[in-house]
């Protein structure tokens, strides 16, 4: 019997060891190059990202968006449903949080001069503001450079915060917004809005 054991232990212990080392490492696979294959995949689906951002821009759309600038919000809200709320910034006023989509829509109701946090159902929509989350990306100022070029102007902007990459595209703007604490100038804001 303790033969047997023995001989079972001697015959496990020779075919892990011959398992082991005959296995082969993967030349086409090695960590780096698995690595080399998956970066160049991120960055393109960033780049193409961008790249359709800017194309529906020039039809004064944002992607991902069923409704172009100069709609209405009677539009906004028969396509993406009642706002959870109405508010102003600055004296722009804008809806947030409709229940079928996570956008903030602006509009030509100044609630500066006039009543505050209404609009009507014939205001006119002049911008879309999303985050990044919106198209399932994470950006950076470099990404939005590389994808698109130089932007029209660039600059920090004091008063509300954040860097700001503009690019003029038809008859619209494409802004870019960075985070005000990331060093590496992440972005926090993609907007379409039409030129004044």
């Excluded at 100069?70 to 706002?83: D, I, L, W």
């Excluded at 009507?120 to 470099?142: A, C, G, R, Y």
């Excluded at 920090?156 to 860097?163: K, R, T, V």
């Excluded at 619209?172 to 993609?190: C, D, M, Q, V």
């Amino acid at each position: 019997m303790r033969r047997v054991k023995n001989f079972i232990l001697v015959m496990l212990i020779t075919g892990i060891w011959t398992g082991c080392s005959s296995q082969k490492p993967l030349e086409s696979q090695s960590p780096v190059s698995v690595k080399e294959e998956i970066s160049p995949k991120i960055v393109d689906t960033k780049q193409n990202v961008l790249m359709g951002i800017k194309e529906e821009v020039k039809n004064g759309r944002m992607k991902g968006i069923e409704i172009p600038l100069n709609s209405t919000f009677q539009t906004v809200v028969k396509v993406y449903g009642e706002p959870k709320g109405i508010s102003n910034n600055e004296c722009w006023t804008y809806s947030y949080d409709h229940s079928k989509i996570n956008a903030m829509f602006y509009y030509d109701h100044d609630s500066c001069s006039n009543e505050r946090n209404l609009l009507k159902p014939e205001s006119i929509l002049n911008q879309i503001s999303v985050t990044p989350d919106f198209f399932h990306i994470s950006i950076t100022e470099e990404d939005v450079k590389n994808a698109l070029g130089k932007p029209n102007k660039e600059y920090l902007n004091e008063a509300y915060g954040g860097y700001y990459l503009i690019y003029e595209i038809s008859n619209s703007k494409l802004i870019f917004i960075t985070e005000e604490e990331s060093s590496a100038k992440k972005i926090g804001k993609i907007n379409v809005e039409m030129k004044t």
